[in-house]
Every structure is written in structure tokens, then in C-alpha cells.
């Protein structure tokens, strides 16, 4: 079945500094991957995806490259800032029928000043 | 706009009670997605309604009852719950494009039983 890993952290660093968390993902056939952030006290937002092999996600200054061949998709931030303390999520999902989003188990965030 | 509403944010209840949780998507989409979120965790899926049909029930308690009225409301009644029920409630929804969909979440609800 579908499976993603991801770094479970937590992940501490100082405002400015270069974020990566890893994801890689197990799936058949050619899945969407996604990144969701959790704020505390909220719920999911959608951070970006990506749907095919080589597209690179991003937004808000964050950005993920779909690679097939490593079957990864890892988020990247050059200069994380205190607003961005949540708790991260990849997640992938296979299409067609299938409604259901596999995800990881979450990497918690915190950006110091 | 890729807005999902919940009703309401935050619930208190006994475990005789009933009351229900209320979720509304305006962006046409055709399925919506029930999801239970315990603290530290990711969501776990509940429910999925596929064009106002329950397509997905994961083993889900009969004390957890979804209902879909039509294509934006997605409800879920809840009636002689447990204190272990407690947890975030989110709705999402997506488009049900077949190739790239895309599930959009709601605030959620927090839930305590008591």
C-alpha cells in the first residue's frame, strides 16, 4: 500500500535560517504529492503540491520538486521566520477512485528569533 | 476561493447528548471528506461522500453519523459518544478531478466529551 516517511523532528532553528524536511513516499502508479501546514490551534492548509514527476511545487517562499527517481519531496524555505512555527505534512495521493490522502506523520517547527 | 466553513469551532458535550458538526464549501466540489485529528497526530479519515452518496465509511462507530443534504453541506451527528471521541473534527473537500485532485480542509471543530 501507500506509505509516506517523513522527518518527525521537532525541528528547532533561529529566524533566517535554511529549512529542509525530508518526505519520501511509497506508492503505485504515479501519485500527487502534496505539503500541508497546521498552525496551532487550526486546521490544514494546503502548502503546495506537485502532480508529476520533476514539477516543483511552491509558495509562500517554500518549495518541494517532485523526483521520481529518488521517490522524494522534500520541502525546502531558505529563510524560515517565527510566523512559520506549525506543524508540516506530506502527503500523497494516488487518484482515480481512490479518495484517501496518505500522510505522514507530521514534523513539528519551531523558528526561534 | 478555496474556502471550507465549520460549525461549530469549539464543542463541549456529555456522552448522552446529541449534537452535530456542520460543514459548507462553496468551490462546486463533489466530494467531502469527514477526518478525525487527535493531538500530535495526522488526520484519519472517516468518511468520504462522493456526489452526495457515502462512498467511504472506514469502520467508523454507528455513534458517528454523516449526512450530506446536498452538494455544499457535509453534517455529522453525534449521539452517546465517549470521552476518547475528543479530538479535532476536520471537513475537507476537492474537486474530484480524477488526474490532480486536491482536498481542501476547514478549521475544524475541537470536540470534548465529558
Known amino acids: 500500500g501507500d506509505s509516506v516517511t517523513q522527518m518527525e523532528g521537532p525541528v528547532t532553528l533561529s529566524e533566517e535560517a535554511f529549512l529542509t524536511i525530508n518526505c519520501t513516499y511509497t506508492?503505485?502508479?504515479?501519485?500527487?504529492l502534496f505539503w500541508y501546514v497546521q498552525y496551532p490551534g487550526e486546521g490544514l492548509q494546503l502548502l503546495l503540491k506537485?502532480?508529476?514527476?520533476?514539477d516543483k511545487g511552491s509558495n509562500k517562499g517554500f518549495e518541494a520538486t517532485y523526483r521520481k527517481e529518488t521517490t522524494s519531496f522534500h520541502l525546502e524555505k531558505g529563510s524560515v521566520q517565527v510566523s512559520d512555527s506549525a506543524v508540516y505534512f506530506c502527503?500523497?495521493?494516488?487518484?482515480?477512485?481512490?479518495?484517501?490522502?496518505?500522510f505522514g506523520k507530521g514534523t513539528l517547527l519551531t523558528v526561534n528569533p | 476561493d478555496t474556502e471550507v466553513t465549520q460549525t461549530p469551532k469549539h464543542l463541549v458535550m456529555g456522552m448522552t447528548n446529541k449534537k452535530s458538526l456542520k460543514c459548507e464549501q462553496h468551490?462546486?466540489?463533489?466530494?467531502m471528506y469527514w477526518y478525525k485529528q487527535k493531538a500530535k497526530k495526522p488526520p484519519e479519515l472517516m468518511f468520504v461522500?462522493?456526489?452526495?452518496?457515502?462512498?467511504i465509511n472506514e469502520s467508523v462507530p454507528s455513534r458517528f453519523s454523516p449526512e450530506c443534504p446536498n452538494s455544499s453541506l457535509l453534517n455529522l451527528h453525534l449521539h452517546a459518544l465517549q470521552p476518547e471521541d475528543s479530538a479535532l473534527y476536520l471537513c475537507?473537500?476537492?474537486?474530484?478531478?480524477?488526474?490532480?485532485?486536491?482536498?481542501?480542509f476547514g478549521p475544524g471543530t475541537r470536540l470534548t466529551v465529558l
Open positions: 506537485a502532480t508529476k514527476a520533476d
Open positions: 506508492a503505485t502508479g504515479y501519485p500527487s
Open positions: 468551490m462546486g466540489h463533489r466530494a
Open positions: 502527503a500523497l495521493s494516488s487518484g482515480g477512485s481512490n479518495y484517501k490522502l496518505t
Open positions: 475537507a473537500s476537492s474537486s474530484q478531478d480524477y488526474s490532480t485532485d486536491t482536498q481542501y
Open positions: 461522500y462522493s456526489y452526495e452518496k457515502l462512498s
